[in-house]
């Protein structure tokens, strides 16, 4: 690789970051780790080719044009916390992915079907997504859940938010959120 396109590269990573939150790459290679794909399995789940997911993932795509494949990325991550704090089995995780598969947008990231509705809903849910996956990579639901009851009668408050953050679901998550912005 030139030093051109290594610049190009590192400039579509670099928009990724700011557009997906982190490098596709990395998303990627997390979503087939937690949820036990391929890549070819990841391209068919989001409506990709295998060749674009590929190109996606190195950089030398920045952009994923297709509104509902963006969607279904939200989605798998979703599912892939729900794998990984046990809230989902693994055969319900394939069946859930059948779902995401088929599913052409809109209700996947905000479930009330109205995509015109999504203006700020992709940052905020960014958001609680990263707070949700920092919180359970430092603890399991179970043991969230054991910390928030000792702390339930003297902090009320924060054990609210390790019960919503650490072992609630995201939609629960973005309401808190939302709820606390002012």
């Known amino acids: 690789m030139d030093a051109a396109q290594q610049e190009a590269t590192a400039r579509a990573r670099e928009l990724q970051r700011s557009w997906y939150?982190?490098?596709?790459?990395?998303?990627?290679?997390?979503?087939?780790?937690?949820?036990?794909?391929?890549?070819?399995?990841?391209?068919?789940?989001?409506?990709?080719?295998?060749?674009?997911?590929?190109?996606?993932?190195?950089?030398?795509?920045?952009?994923?044009?297709?509104?509902?494949?963006?969607?279904?990325?939200?989605?798998?991550?979703?599912?892939?916390?729900?794998?990984?704090?046990?809230?989902?089995?693994?055969?319900?995780?394939?069946?859930?992915?059948?779902?995401?598969k088929k599913s052409q947008g809109g209700s996947v990231l905000t479930g009330t079907g109205q995509t015109s509705h999504t203006g700020g809903a992709p940052t905020v849910r960014r958001v609680v997504r990263e707070i949700q996956s920092l919180m359970r990579s430092v603890a399991a639901a179970g043991d969230i859940i054991d910390a928030a009851d000792s702390l339930a009668p003297t902090h009320p408050e924060l054990a609210e938010f390790l019960r919503v953050y650490g072992a609630g679901r995201t939609a629960e998550a973005v309401a808190h959120y939302e709820g606390h912005q002012s």
Request: hydrophobic share 45%.
């Open 21 to 100: 939150g982190e490098p596709l790459g990395a998303l990627f290679r997390r979503l087939i780790d937690d949820l036990g794909l391929n890549q070819a399995r990841l391209a068919a789940a989001l409506g990709l080719s295998a060749p674009m997911l590929s190109q996606l993932m190195s950089g030398q795509r920045a952009k994923i044009g297709n509104p509902a494949v963006v969607q279904r990325v939200q989605a798998l991550q979703e599912l892939a916390g729900q794998v990984a704090d046990g809230s989902v089995s693994a055969g319900e995780a394939t069946d859930r992915m059948e779902e995401i």
